[in-house]
């Protein structure tokens, strides 16, 4: 019985799962903000962007200026996001890296009547539920910061350097499963690139294929 229900487990998650490729891009396009085809692209400068957190507070980009950013794409009802939140490793991320002066913007783009959408109370009783610690949650509820940077899953992980540079685009690691036993023993790519990045050294994988399900936008 208790395989049964694993495998029914991920035969769901398989449902929702959507992976999509997230390939550097290196031609010559526009990446100032005010252009409405500003996007995000590898070793470019990344798109400026202004949100409200569940704080009440407005953050932009431009904020946290000389500083590391991770972008994080989350959608807590996803499976995916619920392997790494259930098993307190999206949080230990955070909580080590804001330690290191690393500014985490957590991003919800869920439209308004799709999985994940939430008012801000309701997110910030999530929130300390799970006992999170980003810099910032932010709601993205009209989609198009996510749409700028080419979120496509949750989670969906985006790194830009203190020069205001993209350096990483991708999964959080390379186990694309739900199941939180496989975050032991995975590259995590998140990890990766801080500690190369931070210690002046190359970005060895700078894009990799996201995983999870797909972000929410309005249709």
């Not at 100032?32 to 407005?58: N, R, V, Y």
């Not at 500083?67 to 909580?95: D, H, I, R």
């Not at 350096?167 to 199941?179: C, E, F, Q, R, T």
Request: with cysteine.
């Amino acid at each position: 019985m208790k395989f049964g229900r694993n495998m029914a487990f991920l035969a769901l998650a398989a449902a929702v799962a959507v992976p999509y490729g997230v390939k550097a891009q290196h031609e010559g396009h526009s990446h100032d903000a005010k252009h409405a085809d500003a996007h995000a692209a590898i070793d470019q400068k990344a798109p400026e962007f202004s949100l409200a957190g569940i704080d009440g507070k407005t953050y932009s980009l431009a904020d946290f200026k000389g500083k590391y950013v991770v972008l994080e794409w989350n959608n807590f009802e996803c499976p995916f996001v619920k392997k790494f939140y259930g098993a307190g490793k999206m949080q230990s991320l955070q909580k080590e890296y804001t330690e290191k002066g690393v500014a985490w913007l957590t991003i919800c783009s869920s439209a308004e009547g799709k999985q994940g959408y939430y008012e801000a109370e309701t997110l910030k009783t999530m929130n300390a539920d799970r006992k999170t610690s980003p810099t910032a949650y932010l709601r993205d509820v009209d989609g198009k910061v996510g749409k700028m940077y080419g979120a496509k899953t949750t989670p969906h992980i985006f790194i830009i350097n203190p020069d205001g540079v993209l350096i990483y685009a991708g999964a959080i690691d390379d186990k694309p499963v739900p199941d939180p036993a496989a975050i032991e023993g995975a590259n995590n790519y998140v990890s990766a690139t801080l500690t190369s990045a931070m210690a002046g050294k190359p970005v060895e994988v700078k894009t990799t294929e996201s995983y999870g399900c797909g972000v929410k936008y309005a249709n």
